[in-house]
C-alpha cells in the first residue's frame, strides 16, 4: 500500500494554519512545538540532540524566557530527530537535504489572533543537526 509522506498535505486540504499539517505527525508536533513556546513567552526555542554515551540518544528542547534559558524544558525520543528538523527546514524555505553546512531561514507563524516572524538557524553537529528559532510578534 503506498502511503503519502508524513509530512505532506492531502491533495485539498486546508488547515488552520499551514504549518498545522492537521493530520500529519511532524507538522502537528511542530505546530504545538511553537505553540507552546508562544504561550510561555519564549524568545528562543532551542532543539539540540543529546548523544551520551551508554544512554539512548534524545532531543532536549529548551526555551529562553524573558531572558532566562529555562534548561531541558521538554526531551523527545530520537527517533523524532531527523523528521522535526526536516519539517522546520521545510517551514523555513532551507534546503532539506544539506546536513553538511548551517543553515539560515524565515518564516512567518499565525497562532491566534497574532503573527510571529520566526529565524531558523540549523547548525550541523558531527552527523546531528541543532535548531534555534527566534520568535518576535510581528508589528502591524
Not at 502511503?3 to 488547515?15: A, C, F, Q, S, V
Not at 500529519?24 to 540532540?49: D, K, V
Not at 524566557?65 to 527546514?89: F, N
Request: hydrophobic residues 35%; glycine residues 8%.
Amino acid at each position: 500500500m503506498n502511503e503519502p509522506p508524513m509530512d505532506d498535505l492531502p491533495e485539498g486540504e486546508d488547515p488552520e494554519n499551514k504549518y498545522k499539517g492537521s493530520l500529519r505527525p511532524m507538522g502537528e508536533l511542530c505546530f504545538n512545538l511553537l505553540g507552546e513556546a508562544i504561550r510561555a513567552g519564549a524568545t528562543e526555542i532551542q532543539i539540540r540532540p543529546v548523544v551520551e554515551p551508554f544512554v539512548e540518544p534524545r532531543i532536549q528542547l529548551r526555551l529562553r524566557v524573558k531572558g532566562d534559558l529555562v534548561p531541558g524544558t521538554t526531551d523527545l525520543p530520537w527517533p523524532h530527530s531527523r523528521h522535526l528538523i526536516s519539517r522546520l527546514k521545510k517551514m523555513g524555505s532551507m534546503d532539506v537535504a544539506e546536513r553538511r553546512m548551517p543553515q539560515s531561514g524565515k518564516m512567518r507563524f499565525k497562532y491566534g489572533e497574532k503573527v510571529y516572524n520566526m529565524t531558523l538557524q540549523i547548525q550541523p553537529i558531527h552527523e546531528y543537526e541543532s535548531c534555534v528559532i527566534y520568535l518576535n510578534e510581528k508589528d502591524f
